[in-house]
């Protein structure tokens, strides 16, 4: 075989050398790097009918522990170390007889605020859209229930660590391509798990075809989340307050924040050498270091 | 055995000589520390719950308890720095008496954040193997250590001229005790067992420390020293706690925290929680003791409460302008109206400003003007409630507001007891370090340091 086939010419080098960053840069752009590739969850509540086999499965595949009644239909649960996915009734301030039921759980942000604020980097974003936090690295100092604005962290007061949903992330790979045990235990279909663009795409066809004040929830909230909720009406009518629309974990904000205590500092220094420069008496002056 | 041990407590007691009262207010204040040990211990033991049960409310009485002292800690440590950095000699008699203050409080705010953690071990190791540089926390866990570590260092050089003084002046036990922590005669014992002296000349000629007066033998050397490693501290103290407002106002998810205006308004609570400390601890401290405060000291705390003063009306206006940019803020609005007209009013109005800003304003002016102690040393206690009183506003008062489902009322909080008495264990830690540095440390207002022009 010939020798040359196998080295890179000028061209070829050239070719790299631009395509290189190129690609590196859509990449973190976040163009090539779509959808396409990351699963997502679909909960449409026009179909929810609460009977909270979601949460039972939850807490059986994840090993976590019933707490007293709460799998009661109808009954009001919080989000806790042990309940990592709550069904709960809301009603229409609007139209108070007009009622849903809503699952809430970690909505898998796009881009986490709260594995912006871990000091230790305990959560991070799996290439396929789950938000994890590793419980072996977490210090329990919860600035990540600060910092996220759905507030779904939870603190295991028995293991000092941080818990939450994590899309069963060890049941996706593992199980060849299994659904999360919420999605699975469904009896009426109103969880859907799949690639995200498709979520998206059959959010918006359910959407069309039921008309209505329905509303999507995840497409914009927080930067875009991974869970996308159908909801009946939009979610300030269900007492739901809605994350804000821009991207929550914004670095630079984070550094014009620091830079206005940095700014902060440098005043508080100089007004301290004015005073020190106009207060010093003459004596004082006189016993400084000759050297 | 049993002989050498009563000996050794018949020394120690010899050396704590005191009053009746001095006795009833250590035992009160270990007392104190013991209901706090055996808070922690049954939350080690038992769970964490006992201590911090609302899952609503994740950052409690211990977060703010921690801002509170590691604010006091950064603010005494400006205070001396006027001194030592930016050349105010009448400052620097404060100086040892504000590290002081300022070591212990650092290091028990430290611990309150500790015990707040779920593993503070966990925390140290994964702080650095794995940082999250994007993470305010971070920073604040990475630039804290060398700041204890500078003000240590510097509250030595300080006080090492008296501790060797002590030393000599002493014997048995308590010589060979002031002799180890003024680190008397360690130079001829390394050079003896080590190769150091040639490491010292060849050191010498690459920096040169010995022209400069920063030699070990020179004349004036603490004080040159105390000046360069007072700068490192003054400037770890500013960065630390530039990221400690900001560990707070990054959390773009709590409207109330958020925003540029913490980090500066952290500066502010500082600077006046230091003046305030050193007033409160050394006015009390001379008070206890019976003695006369040198004119010298007397004319600086006057000064001091002037500046006091100002610091707070500054802080007053400061509160209200950051009052009045939030209601403006709808996201902010509903918040600051829980301050202003809700559950938190009258820790509010009565407590944060009244109390912690607008009384002590006119009781310091009153008493620097008429020269009266006493009334220096209220308003500062007072300054120092209002800031705790306000720290804890600020913690708390911005998690009850629900954020999700506006459906429910608002969330309850209270310290669970088991909390009150570990953050009264931790304060009361605090007087019990200072009751006995007072008592072993030299303390004391005096200019101990060789000036550096002794010729």
Redesign the interface.
């Known amino acids: 075989m010939d020798k040359r086939a196998n080295r890179i010419d000028r061209r070829c080098f050239l070719k790299l050398l631009a395509g290189v960053p190129t690609f590196v840069a859509l990449r973190s752009v976040g163009i090539v790097y779509a959808e396409t590739r990351r699963y997502g969850k679909l909960v449409d509540l026009g179909r929810c009918i609460g009977c909270k086999r979601c949460m039972s499965a939850c807490k059986r595949w994840n090993g976590l522990i019933v707490e007293r009644d709460e799998l009661i239909t109808d009954r009001e649960t ?3 170390a042990n309940n990592w996915t709550v069904v709960n009734l ?2 229409d ?1 609007r139209n108070r007889t007009r009622k849903t039921y809503i699952h809430w759980a970690c909505q898998h942000c796009i881009k986490p ?1 709260c594995a ?7 959560i991070t974003k799996l290439p396929g859209g789950p938000v994890v936090i590793n419980e072996k ?7 990540c ?7 779904v962290p ?2 295991d ?6 818990r939450k949903c994590h899309m069963c992330y060890d049941r996706i790979p593992l199980l060849n391509y299994m659904k999360p045990a919420c999605v699975a235990a469904c009896p009426v279909g109103a969880l859907l798990f799949d690639y995200k663009d498709e979520i998206i795409r059959e959010a918006k066809r359910r959407v069309q075809r039921r008309g209505g004040s329905s509303y999507i929830m995840g497409l914009t909230e927080a930067g875009g989340t991974d869970m996308v909720t159908i909801l009946p009406t939009i979610p300030q009518d269900l ?3 809605v ?2 629309e821009k991207v ?4 630079l ?2 550094i ?3 830079a ?6 440098s005043f ?2 100089a007004l ?2 004015i ?2 420069t106009l ?3 003459k004596q ?1 002056s006189a ?5 | 055995m049993r002989i050498q041990i009563k000996k050794f407590l018949d020394t120690i007691l010899s050396s704590v000589e005191g009053s009746p009262a001095f006795y009833v207010w250590i035992s009160f204040l270990t007392t104190l520390v013991a209901l706090g040990a055996y808070a922690l211990l049954m939350s080690l033991i038992h ?3 006992i201590l911090e ?1 609302y ?2 409310i ?2 409690e009485m211990m977060v703010s308890n921690y801002v509170f002292l590691v604010g006091s800690s950064i603010g005494l440590c ?1 205070v001396s ?2 001194g030592y950095v ?5 400052y620097e008699i404060i100086g040892k008496r504000a590290l002081f203050l300022a070591l212990i409080t650092v290091i028990l705010g430290l611990s309150s954040i500790g015990l ?5 071990v ?2 140290a190791i ?2 650095a ?4 540089m ?5 920073y ?2 990475t630039l804290y250590p060398p700041y204890i570590a500078f003000i240590a260092l510097w509250f030595w050089l300080l006080a090492r001229a008296e501790l060797a003084k002590t030393a000599t002046e002493s014997e048995g036990l308590k010589a060979k005790a002031y002799r180890l922590m003024a680190m008397e005669g360690l130079k001829p014992y390394l050079y003896q067992r080590l190769p150091l002296q040639k490491l010292g000349e060849k050191l010498n000629r690459l920096l040169p420390l010995e022209r400069a ?1 920063l030699g070990l033998d020179s004349d004036g050397v603490e004080l ?1 020293w105390a000046r360069i490693i007072g700068t490192l501290a003054f400037i770890y103290a ?2 630390a ?3 400690e ?3 707070f ?6 409207p109330f ?1 958020y ?3 913490y ?2 308004d ?2 502010l609570g500082a ?1 006046f929680c230091g003046f305030a400390w050193l007033l409160a601890a050394g006015i009390v401290t001379y008070k206890v003791k019976g003695d006369d405060i040198p004119a010298k000291l007397r004319d600086l705390f006057y000064e001091m409460a002037e ?1 006091l003063a100002l610091l707070l009306s500054v802080g007053l206006l400061f509160t209200a302008y950051k009052m009045g940019h939030g209601l403006f803020e709808s996201a902010k609005a509903e918040t600051i109206m829980l301050l202003l007209k809700g559950p938190f009013s009258p820790a509010f109005w009565m407590i944060e400003i009244a109390i912690g800003i607008v009384f002590p304003v006119f009781i310091l002016l009153y008493s620097a003007r008429k020269r009266k102690m006493a009334g220096v040393l209220v308003a500062s206690i007072m300054v120092l409630v209002g800031y705790f009183v306000k720290r804890y506003d600020f913690v708390v008062a911005s ?1 009850v507001y629900p ?5 429910y009322p608002l969330h309850s909080y209270l310290p669970t007891f088991m909390e009150v008495l570990l953050i009264s264990g931790i304060i009361a830690a605090l007087l019990l370090a200072y009751t006995l540095g007072v008592k072993f440390l030299p303390l004391k207002e005096e200019m101990p340091i060789p ?3 002794t010729k």
């Open positions: 919080d989000l806790t809301l009603f301030s605020a912006g604020a871990c000091p230790v980097t305990a690295k977490c210090i329990g100092c919860r600035y229930f600060q910092a996220c604005p759905f507030k939870r603190f007061f028995e293991k000092r660590v941080t007492g739901l307050v994350a804000p929550v974990n914004r670095n904000d984070k014009r924040i620091t206005a205590g940095f700014m902060g500092a508080l220094t301290m050498y005073y020190a207060t010093r008496d004082e016993h400084e270091d000759p050297d | 769970s964490m719950e049960f899952t609503n994740p950052w400006l720095s006027l930016f050349g105010l000699q009448r707040h953690l779920g593993h503070p966990r925390g994964y702080n193997l794995t940082p999250n994007g993470s305010a926390m971070w604040m866990g007066g040159r500013l960065l706690y530039t990221v407002g900001s560990l106002a990054h959390t773009e998810a709590r925290w925003g540029a205006l980090p500066v952290f500066y600077s500046i998690q954020l999700i489902k506006r459906q000036r550096a022009i």
